[in-house]
């Protein structure tokens, strides 16, 4: 409906008020913009230490229940905007790609209004046989992870236009890592951003066309609407108290703006408890207990409605939807409206269609059928994963909230959910739309959504939509001839049976580059890191001693978390672990750990090293080397240490590629580590952050080897990863001399392993990620904008002086001799360390933003080296 596009208001709203009328009153914030820009959105409080305001779409159709037609032309007409800026012919190769989980649908929608471009969403929920074509970190969410998931991995490549759909353009922080991220791995000449509303401040303004500069490519924006927020000094603490109060029923925050209608205000409820709100001044009307099953009311009821959905129809874009699959939905869709429209009960005026977190794209298309079908007034959104505080004033955005458990069994474990604006909504039916994965016992349990709903509507519907699983893609059968494990002396200088280079020697082949000329091809999208080498730092004589007397000081520290992490593999893992470290990092690590079971349990265990690349993924041949050659069940993947996950992250992703696409099963990309200072593993030695000294230095202190090589004229399908061995720096050599000093260490701290091993075991290990949340806020706070340029922990930040261009070094206040090689590094680049008070790491070290060469300092001029 053509005449929908324009009419933006949410039609809940009393009496013409703004839905963000409360929260400007009291907190001072402006919208500034477009005269549309206050139909388009409004404001509501949400607990967040970042910001506390939130800008709520009134067409989005997430949180404010809106006329289907009306949700859909917004999308539909930005889609026609797209297609008019890209021509026919570009238009006619292009690819939309939707965010997780806000704008799942509004994605579809600018597809549909392009016309022939099949369409992507993340998602948040791993699908098992799937593997991932990519994935990207979201940094402002409260939900982070974005996986890709396309049926067909050729989606995503080619050179056809990337057209990205969010629900707003604020920062562009999220938009530009996801490019940044898929540019490195499928590069295209052109990417379109489609926004509802682009709010950008002043300073973020230009990011987008410097960014477009850096990855030479085009880059355009598309919005309905423009403006920016307006905050006042103090804001963030004003909202937040304002926050707490309400949160907690205290003082309350005087009179509204209008009187309010009959509801409530609803307060962050304590877990699973579910209803309009809680006692608080300000609020209007009487708190309802929490529902414990259907409503009293002996007419309230539940049906199930089976929609016959379309056999091998996919019920969204989680796993790619084709103009063909679109072609398939119109055709059905007239059947299963009439469905829904005979389930209605008799004389229903108004009606809710309720989508369900990512799945808002079939339950919109299903709502809109419905309103051309049916006299009732049909309004709708989805449940989502964001809390928001509500409160029940006409002039504020969110006025009730109903709380339910997660009932999809989410891969980050259980969790509240939200429905606002539903409850006090006024109607005679609620039309729950879920996919079948989400259609379990937590659905149905006494506090669940259907149950919550049936105490403020009543009649409740239940629709399922079939969740569709891809069949995995046939991968023909490889060669099976793979070469031997590398080993010493012939490649590196351990002894043969310390460990096994799954691994191509390179040697005589020329891959090393200055620097500062790496870095820049690495930001600017040029090359991959895995492409070259850097040239091997070599130690002056101070530093040397600094290796040697750090070595002295943390050998027993080491020795100890050796144990430590060797006894939880054995305890945990296998009796007989296969130890593969990666490379190269964690092969003394691995090392450490065979010298470890020989020593206390005369176990003699195979160890060896293979490759993993982020945003490669872990060399694959080397997987099926293992599974011929082990039980996958027995490997164990060891790292020295975890910055902020990144790795570990990677091999899990890249552990369910290898399955889906046919390899062995088994595998766990559990890493155990030595060190767990950023929280994100379950098997480590020790979660302190201090120097382990083989992070000081590169090949020297590594057998000799070079970091990995990934380059396509290098490493063909069928073989390994590549390395160097640097044979002509033997003379500079400490690899076995710093495994010597560590297992000469083994015999004093054996009683110190055994009780804290007894205490690793019997204690929580959840990974808490609390180093991803610290790169994010650093990312952030330092105008970084990437939390790929932020380097956690000493061995990271160790790594960065070495190989990368450093901008500074933030250091915890009162780190001691932990820290004298990097200030000695630092110092040699002339690069500034500034202590901070409340960093969770010993310090952390900043790659140069938006690196040209010579940019070395932290004023960004060239300095000596």
């Not at 009932?407 to 006090?424: F, I, K, S």
């Not at 390179?506 to 080498?533: C, F, K, M, N, W």
């Amino acid at each position: 409906m053509n005449n929908a596009v324009n009419n933006g208001a949410a039609d809940d709203g009393a009496d013409g008020i703004w839905s963000g009328t409360w929260v400007a009153e009291r907190l001072g914030v402006e919208l500034l913009g477009d005269d549309t820009l206050t139909d388009l959105l409004g404001l509501a409080l949400r607990r967040n230490p970042k910001r506390a305001h939130l800008l709520v779409s009134n067409v989005l159709g997430k949180h404010v229940p809106q006329s289907p037609s009306v949700v859909h032309g917004h999308g539909f007409a930005l889609g026609r905007r797209v297609r008019e800026l890209l021509g026919a012919e570009e238009a006619a190769r292009a690819v939309v790609l939707g965010y997780a989980e806000t704008a799942t649908g509004l994605g579809h929608c600018v597809a549909d209004g392009l016309g022939t471009a099949p369409y992507l969403h993340s998602t948040r929920r791993p699908v098992p046989g799937i593997a991932p074509a990519g994935g990207f970190e979201e940094s402002h969410s409260h939900a982070t992870s974005h996986l890709l998931l396309p049926e067909d991995p050729a989606l995503l490549i080619g050179d056809g236009p990337l057209v990205l759909v969010d629900d707003e353009f604020s920062t562009g922080n999220t938009v530009l890592n996801t490019i940044r991220a898929l540019h490195e791995r499928y590069p295209r000449r052109r990417y379109v951003v489609v926004a509802l509303v682009d709010m950008r401040s002043s300073a973020d303004a230009g990011r987008l066309d410097v960014f477009a500069r850096e990855i030479a490519a085009r880059v355009d924006l598309v919005t309905t609407a423009s403006g920016t927020v307006r905050l006042p000094a103090g804001v963030l603490e004003k909202g937040q108290e304002l926050v707490a109060r309400y949160e907690a029923g205290g003082t309350g925050t005087g009179g509204s703006s209008s009187a309010a209608p009959s509801g409530l205000v609803a307060q962050f409820p304590a877990p699973l408890k579910a209803n309009l709100g809680a006692d608080s001044p300000g609020a209007r009307g009487t708190a309802r207990p929490a529902p414990t099953g259907p409503h009293p009311d002996d007419n309230r009821s539940l049906t199930r409605v089976d929609l016959a959905w379309p056999r091998g129809l996919p019920d969204g874009g989680r796993h790619g939807f084709t103009p063909h699959h679109r072609i398939r939905l119109d055709a059905a869709l007239p059947a299963m409206a009439a469905r829904l429209a005979e389930a209605l009960p008799e004389g229903s005026r108004r009606v809710h269609i309720l989508g369900f977190e990512e799945l808002m794209y079939a339950p919109l298309r299903l709502a809109r059928e419905l309103e051309q079908v049916t006299d009732a007034e049909v309004r709708y959104s989805t449940t989502t994963r964001s809390p928001v505080l509500a409160v029940a004033d006409p002039g504020y955005a969110i006025r009730s909230r109903i709380v339910f458990p997660a009932h999809d069994d989410p891969a980050d474990g259980p969790g509240e959910r939200y429905a606002y604006n539903v409850a006090g909504g006024g109607f005679d039916a609620v039309v729950a739309v879920v996919d079948s994965v989400a259609d379990t016992a937590a659905l149905h349990a006494p506090d669940g959504l259907l149950a919550q709903l049936a105490a403020h509507t009543p009649h409740v519907i239940l629709a399922v939509v079939p969740s569709y699983v891809p069949e995995p893609l046939y991968v023909p059968e490889r060669p099976a001839m793979l070469p031997e494990p590398l080993r010493g002396p012939a490649f590196s200088s351990y002894p043969p049976e310390e460990v096994g280079w799954l691994l191509q020697d390179l040697s005589d082949v020329t891959l090393e580059a200055p620097t500062e000329e790496r870095e820049e091809a690495i930001q600017s999208g040029g090359a991959h890191y895995a492409e070259s080498l850097p040239v091997e730092y070599q130690p002056s004589e101070q530093y040397q001693e600094l290796f040697h007397a750090a070595l002295e000081t943390s050998a027993a520290r080491i020795a100890q978390a050796t144990g430590v992490v060797t006894e939880a593999v054995l305890a945990e893992r296998s009796p007989r672990p296969v130890l593969v470290s990666l490379a190269r990092a964690g092969t003394p690590v691995g090392v450490l750990m065979r010298r470890w079971a020989q020593y206390r349990h005369g176990l003699d265990l195979a160890h060896y090293a293979v490759s993993i690349v982020r945003g490669r993924g872990i060399d694959a041949n080397a997987l099926r080397w293992l599974a011929a050659h082990h039980d996958p069940r027995d490997v164990v993947f060891v790292d020295g240490w975890t910055g902020k996950g990144a790795i570990t992250r990677e091999l899990a992703a890249a552990i369910e590629e290898f399955e889906a696409g046919g390899g062995a099963a088994g595998f766990d990309a559990e890493i155990a580590v030595l060190a767990d200072p950023g929280s994100c593993v379950r098997t480590y030695g020790t979660r302190e952050d201090f120097l382990i000294p083989s992070a000081c230095l590169n090949s020297t202190v590594s057998g000799l080897i070079s970091r990995t090589v990934l380059r396509a004229d290098l490493v063909g399908p069928n073989d390994f990863h590549g390395a160097k061995f640097y044979r002509e720096l033997a003379g500079a050599d400490v690899s076995v001399a710093f495994l010597d000093a560590v297992a000469a260490r083994f015999p004093e701290v054996s009683d110190a392993v055994d009780g804290a091993v007894k205490e690793l075991l019997a204690s929580d290990r959840t990974p808490s990620w609390e180093g991803w949340r610290a790169v994010e806020r650093i990312s952030e706070e330092y105008g970084i904008h990437d939390v790929n340029l932020v380097k956690p922990g000493v061995g990271e930040t160790t790594r960065v002086l070495l190989r990368r261009v450093p901008w500074k070094i933030l250091a915890r206040a009162g780190a001691g001799a932990d820290l004298d090689h990097v200030r000695l590094l630092a110092g040699q680049r002339g690069v500034p360390v500034e202590e901070v008070d409340d960093l969770p790491y010993t310090c952390v070290g900043l790659i140069h933003p938006q690196y040209t060469r010579g940019a070395t300092g932290a004023d960004g001029k060239a300095v000596a080296v």
